[in-house]
C-alpha cells in the first residue's frame, strides 16, 4: 500500500541557513530562495525507507531554477546534490558560459551593433551562471525530524527466495542473473517500484541484446586473430553477409568468410 506523500514529510529534518546573511538564498547557487528541496525526493522517500538505504532526510531553501534542475533526481545525499545541480547548470548555460569565458568587453567596440548586442547579452548570462556555479553552499542547522524513521521492509522476494535485507536480496540478483549493477537498481527503483521480480524481468527484456551482440564481437575478435584479418575488415564483412542472407547467424557468417574470401 502506497504511503500518501505528504505523510512522509515529517521524516525530514528542515535546513535553516545558520547565519542570517544567508537567509532566503538558495542553498545550491545563492540565488533568491522560492522553493524548498527534498533530499531525497518525497517521490522516492518511501523506497528508500523500506531500503533501508542511506539518505539525508533533509530540506534545503533552494531557488526556483535548482528546484526545477534537481526535480525528482534520485540523490539521496546532499553533497551529491550539490554536485548534481552544479553539473546540470553548467550543462543548461555551456553556451553562454563559453561567450562568458571568450569575449572581453574591449571587444564588442569592433563589433557590428546587432552582434555586439547579442554577445554581450551572453556574457551577462554566462557571469551570472558562472557566478551560480562558484556559489559554495551555506553552513546549515536543522532542527531534528519529528519523527523517528520507519523500519525498513523485513521480507525481499527474488524469484520465489526469500531474503530479510535489500542488499542481500541485490547480491542475489548480482550472482545469480549476472546483472549490471547501476543499471538493474535503476529499474528496481524508477521504474519497477521497488518490485524484484518485476525488474528481472524488464532487464532481461530490455538488456538481453547487448550481451548477444557481445558474444558475436568476441567472436570476430578471435575469428580476426586466428585467420590474422583485421577485425573492423571482418565486423563489417560478416554484417554485408548477414544482410544478405538473413538466414546465417554469426557462425554462418564467419565461415562463409573464411570460405568464400580467406581460405581461398
Ligand atoms: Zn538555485
Known sequence: MKTYKAALR????????KHVEHAKLCFYCGCEATDMDFCPPLEHAELILEFDEQADFI???????CFALLHNERVLNLDARVKKLKAKLADKYAKALKVYYMWHESELDEMSPE???SISAGMALGQEAATRLAF??????????????????Q?????GHEFSSFDQAMAHCFENFGVNKSKFYDLL?????GDFDKALSQYNHRFSKPQTLDIAKTKI??????????????????EQLMKKDAKLDIDAALA???QDYIAR
Open 10 to 17: 515529517k521524516y525530514y529534518k528542515q535546513g535553516i541557513a
Open 115 to 117: 552582434f555586439a548586442h
Open 256 to 258: 562463409k568468410l573464411y
Open 221 to 238: 575478435q578471435n575469428f580476426a586473430k586466428q585467420h590474422k584479418q583485421n577485425s573492423d575488415f571482418v565486423a563489417r564483412a560478416t
Open 59 to 65: 530540506t534545503v531553501p533552494s531557488c526556483y531554477e
Open 155 to 159: 521480507r525481499f522476494v527474488v524469484a
Open 189 to 193: 527503483v524508477k521504474e519497477c517500484d
Open 136 to 153: 559554495v553552499p551555506f553552513a546549515l542547522e536543522s532542527d531534528e525530524a519529528e519523527f523517528n524513521k520507519p523500519s525498513a521492509k
